[in-house]
């Protein structure tokens, strides 16, 4: 009976100590956790409402979350009575050894985040990044995802594509097709341009305004090379850049228009 009464007693005091702690940790999460959900969901409505990037808008708002999260139990543990100093120095401790352990993907992290800020480039435009042709297919938080001409999947870090040079061509609506051709040297240019001018006004893809050109480029060691520069929507890119290739020849043959290639001449002694 007095090991009963002891016990007691000690459940008691126990109570009495730590009880009022105990009912108001728990409150203070449960308030808490209240107040996150509800700065969440306003956070969430404002960059809704701002059009924030959807891969964007979920990290960041994640990522408030954890952090709210984290400080709120770091309270409730200091409601309890526990020194948080040391546990507050083993986290920071923990979140420099991440840091340094994924150095690289957080710059990837850093440079998607730029990204989808800066917008250099959306999904479905033909651009050149860190030796890659390709049209966006993706963009993620780490990495951007193209499709190559060849139909072939480049995954490119964002760190890299961030930080480097980015060729868009498809930003301004509009691309010029650059062939070149060359023709004899005893060829008449005023007909063999009008002709090349002809085959590409033809092209419904060729653009109108700005009009396509041909122009005289370089006097060659057996040819007199001409500029033949269409322009087009890109996505009709390759469609242009091959027609206009074909085109040239078919309509230089049309017109007796020479094309001259290397030839060979054989002296026997």
């Not at 308030?31 to 509800?38: A, D, E």
């Not at 240019?189 to 041909?214: F, G, I």
Request: aromatic share 8%; glycine share 8%.
């Amino acid at each position: 009976m007095e090991n009963a009464e002891v016990w007691i007693d000690k459940g008691i005091d126990f109570i009495m100590v730590f009880g009022p702690k105990i009912i108001g940790a728990i409150l203070i999460y449960i308030i808490g956790s209240w107040i996150i959900k509800k700065l969440i969901g306003v956070a969430n409505k404002g960059m809704t409402k701002q059009q924030y990037d959807e891969s964007l808008k979920k990290f960041l708002l994640n990522l408030a979350k954890w952090a709210l999260t984290i400080f709120l139990i770091i309270t409730v543990i200091s409601t309890l009575g526990v020194e948080t100093t040391s546990f507050a120095a083993v986290i920071a401790a923990a979140g420099l050894a991440i840091g340094l352990a994924l150095q690289g993907s957080l710059s990837n992290f850093a440079g998607g985040v730029l990204l989808i800020i800066f917008k250099p480039y959306k999904i479905g435009d033909l651009i050149e990044a860190q030796g890659v042709l390709g049209n966006v297919k993706e963009i993620e938080i780490f990495t951007t995802k193209l499709i190559t001409p060849e139909n072939k999947l480049a995954i490119v870090p964002n760190g890299a594509m961030a930080n480097g040079n980015i060729v868009n061509y498809t930003a301004e609506g509009k691309i010029r097709v650059d062939t070149t051709v060359g023709v004899a040297y005893d060829s008449d240019l005023q007909k063999t341009k009008e002709v090349l001018l002809a085959m590409l006004v033809s092209n419904p893809k060729v653009l109108k305004d700005p009009a396509p050109s041909v122009n005289v480029s370089e006097l060659a060691d057996s040819s007199v090379n001409l500029a033949v520069r269409p322009f087009c929507k890109p996505e009709d890119f390759w469609d242009v850049y091959f027609a206009t290739i074909e085109g040239t020849k078919k309509a230089l043959d049309t017109a007796g228009i020479e094309i001259p290639y290397p030839h060979e001449v054989q002296i026997n002694k």
